[in-house]
């Protein structure tokens, strides 16, 4: 992992009155912020809602150059959410709410701060190098770029060491104290069951507040697409005390 990061590759955006309770939002992989602000997707239903609404979508890079590039913008995104949460007024309510791949910046965000009470991961990581090594090819990352980021890190174990800290599965101990809504698919062939459950099982063992829905029938993106268009689910988690 010798590469040094030159140019950070996530985006911000922001949506609603900054003084409003919050919600920060983290895109799919390679998955622009406007676009999950169409009608009858989380970001409008979120604005509707009153929320103040801060947005973090990244270039495929973030997941495809290698394993420093991620942990680097992981990082960085981390500490721009905390510098955003220190400047808001002290009863401001704020929440995460993850999709996807923006599931290990919300788990990860959600551990490292108290304020942060309620937390959505849609289709949510649990061991990010165990993902990794069982991604099938797909459009965007190939076997033969999928099996350069592996090695950019060294081999595998070194993949598991370097994404260790940052798996949702590591971080169970510090989300005891907040509200989860968690979201899985049974056919996801993109976050395997046989690993996300393991998730599930953590949370369940360690006393979080937890609400679990399981698609039974779709696969990796039609279920997030199911998901977030049946938005009463997420409103109620949090809009709910």
Not at 50 to 71: H, W
């Amino acid at each position: 992992m010798s590469e040094k990061l030159s140019t950070l590759v996530y985006k911000v955006k922001q949506y609603g009155n900054p003084k409003a309770k919050t919600v920060f939002f983290f895109c799919p992989f390679g998955i622009p912020s406007w676009s999950l602000n169409l009608p009858g997707l989380p970001i409008w239903y979120l604005l509707r809602d009153g929320y103040f609404v801060v947005s973090y979508s990244y270039e495929t890079a973030v997941a495809t150059r290698s394993p420093q590039v991620t942990i680097d913008n992981i990082q960085a995104i981390q500490a721009d959410v905390e510098k955003k949460i220190n400047t808001l007024d002290d009863n401001v309510e704020v929440s995460c709410f993850g999709i996807s791949m923006g599931t290990v910046l919300a788990a990860n965000i959600a551990a490292a701060n108290t304020r942060i009470k309620k937390v959505v991961l849609n289709l949510s990581y649990g061991d990010i190098s165990e993902h990794i090594i069982n991604l099938p090819p797909t459009r965007t990352i190939s076997r033969k770029r999928l099996k350069a980021y592996i090695e950019a890190a060294g081999d595998e174990k070194s993949l598991a060491r370097v994404f260790q800290p940052y798996s949702p599965l590591s971080l169970v101990s510090e989300l005891k104290n907040k509200k989860i809504l968690l979201y899985l698919s049974r056919r996801d062939q993109i976050l395997q069951l046989t690993h996300t459950f393991k998730l599930r099982n953590a949370l369940e063992a360690a006393g979080v507040q937890l609400q679990y829905f399981e698609n039974v029938r779709a696969g990796h993106s039609i279920a997030i697409i199911y998901n977030c268009l049946r938005a009463k689910r997420y409103r109620d988690f949090l809009n709910k005390p």
